[in-house]
């Protein structure tokens, strides 16, 4: 199989690379090659972040380039926005509606833009938006809004959820596997706008 | 077994699978996660050293004394070694010795992006640099191998996007590795004049016999395709290019010093173009060039930042790829955590309007926008030497108003020395140490200070209040950064002493505690839009267009910005 690419972008501190672990225990159990860049260090204090995941018969570069994502999986609005260019043509943007100011404009020098959504469209019209943070609080932890997630992803890739179950068990930490698990499954059966 | 595996745990795994017994290093990113994955081992002894230079030293003791050793930094951290690393590579090694560096090309979390090749260049000594992490894991191996058969340490590079990069591996066993037996051996070991005019004579017929051997190593290997373009190139660009030109005729090179220079003219003779691609410095090409090979390299990419696959497709096959502009969007810089002890200090030195020299650390981002309270950085420990260089150059007044700004760890690492120097040469300066009580930039990682080491063994914490007195500093106080009046109040006392003093902020970094307390929020009706709780920079405080408001998903509670709000606007839940 070609090597194909997700891009999952946010803020610094969002759990980015809890979702990719997940994704990367996935697909080595489907028996791909499979290579994950993530970023730590100084990025990781609330600066925009992004994790690159790729796989396949056989992966050489880690990196995901501009123009080659299949899906982007956004945990920020703005975020998604910023990497959009790295989608394909028909390329699949999932994307948190959350709404994180970067400093410039807590000191007001800009306004978070009112026309993300719009602008996100306009260059990839069937982009998904959906509320992880809402239903993580539904669920009493913000920090499953990642998992939440993935769940939404989930609904896209053609893999049984019993894998991705087997997945999460692995990448979340123990205690936490009860509440992720039933993270993912609000993502995969909700309803996407 | 295969598993994913960061390039970093990876380095660790080939170190465990090398029988290796002790692993030093002090935390730097992209090397953090080496010695943390080798502290997991039971049978490896690991630890965190006060500084780079310390970490090598013991590496080379254990190594002297018998037993396989690694030592792992970051590209500046090898600065801090470099004095032990060129005579380490006279004296040689009596079990392996490996020194793991890890470059950062395009500074993602670094203050410069300074070559590590140059150093094994210069202090004659072996470098590998492996692809993946599969590769990470076995080179570690063969660099221990190598490391006895020629009697020498052995570098190991890395860059970001191997260190930081998760591919699969598959796991082997330890081998039994036994302590080799230790001997008193002057003529190797004790690098005097003498001994070390012989020693100098051996690590050249090292180098000419690994540049030989070079030839027939199995990590350098020449990869057939189509001869109209051959590659030359390691690491991660090698990656790169196959990614870019998967039909184009490759020599991979996992030795990149030195260099195999037969293999190289017998590739070159098969291809009809030849080029070298590199990130940085033209290390290779300059070697390659320099042997009347015609090659292209530098003219074309860039010895700045990172390469990458659309790069190389572009400059080789002129084929630029179809890819939508980037949009116009306010960037994103890395800001300090909500409820960051070190806002509280910072807050108050913008008011004060001092002038700070700062340091290597998460404080560091107090540079930024809206605290700017910081003016200088420039490696670790730094600000401690050039606050009293500028009260040298400007003068005793000038140190009135000015403070060195360093962290706990920091300050360990190579902040004492200069404080020294304050005492010894009379300056009056003012040290501000921010004590959080961790090694917050990397990750969280234990300290001398912290009262536990590496695997998580109490011990008696370093006590700096009876370090720095022990020095000769007099006025030592301790604050919290959150008691803004107090701070205030010793900051204008101990700047304005013709003495020296230091003062020390405590309070645990805000990442280090699981509980957050309940987030606050701000009452529109008592809010009079003063915009003061901005001046904190806290991520978690939003001025929107209908008024300030406190984001409820960044908050951590940790209330400092109800100090500041003269009008008791901000309130906890409940209150
Ligand atoms: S990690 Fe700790 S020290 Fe660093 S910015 Fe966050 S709270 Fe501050
Ligand atoms: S909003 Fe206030 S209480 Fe919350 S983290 Fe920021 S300064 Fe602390």
Redesign the interface.
Known sequence: MDTRSILIVGVGGQGTLLASRILGSLFVDLGYDVKISEVHGMAQRGGSVVTHVRYGTKVFSPLVEPGTADILLAFEKMEALRWIHFLKEQGRAIINSQEIEPMSMIMGAYEYPKDLEDRIRNVCPGAVFFDALAVAKELGNIKVANTVLIGVLARFLNVEPLMWEKAIKTAVPPKTIEVNLKAFHRGYNSELS | M???M?GNEAIARGAYEAGVRVATAYPG??S??ITEFAAKYDEIYAEWSPNEKVALEVAIGASFAGARAMVAMKHVGLNVAADPLFTVSYTGVNAGLVIIVADDPGM??SQNEQDSRYYARASQVPMLEPA?SQEALDFVKLAFELSEEYDTPVLIRLTT?IA?????VTLGERMDIKLKDYKKLPDKNVMMPAMARKRHVEVERRMKALADAANDLWINRIEMGDTSIGIIASG?VY??A??AL?NASFLKLGMVNPLPRRLIESFASKVRKLYVIEELEPVLEEQIKSWGIPVIGKEIFPVQGEL???MIVEKIAGRA???????D?????????PGCPHRGIYYVMKKLRFHATGDIG?YT?GA???LEAIDTCVCMGASVGMAHGMEKARGRDFSRRLVAVIGDSTFIHSGITGLIDIVYNQGTSTVVILDNYTTG???HQDHPGTGRTIKGEAITPLNLVNLIKAIGIEHVRVVDPFDLEEVEKVLKEETQREEPSVVIAQRPCALLSKEMKAPLSIDRDTCRLCGVC?RL?C?A???K?DGMHI?Q??CNGCGLCIKVCKFGAIRRAGE
């Open positions: 295969k598993r994913l960061l990113t992209p953090t996660e993602h979390s993946d996007r930081h990069s998760q591919s699969i991660i990656q790169y196959k990614e998967p990458s696959a659309n790829p179809d890819v939508r502009p980037a949009q969007l306010p960037p994103r810089p890395p800001v300090m955590c998460c981002l930024l926008p809206p930039m990397t990750g901005l920079g991520p405080i939003e001025k267009s984001n998903a960044l």
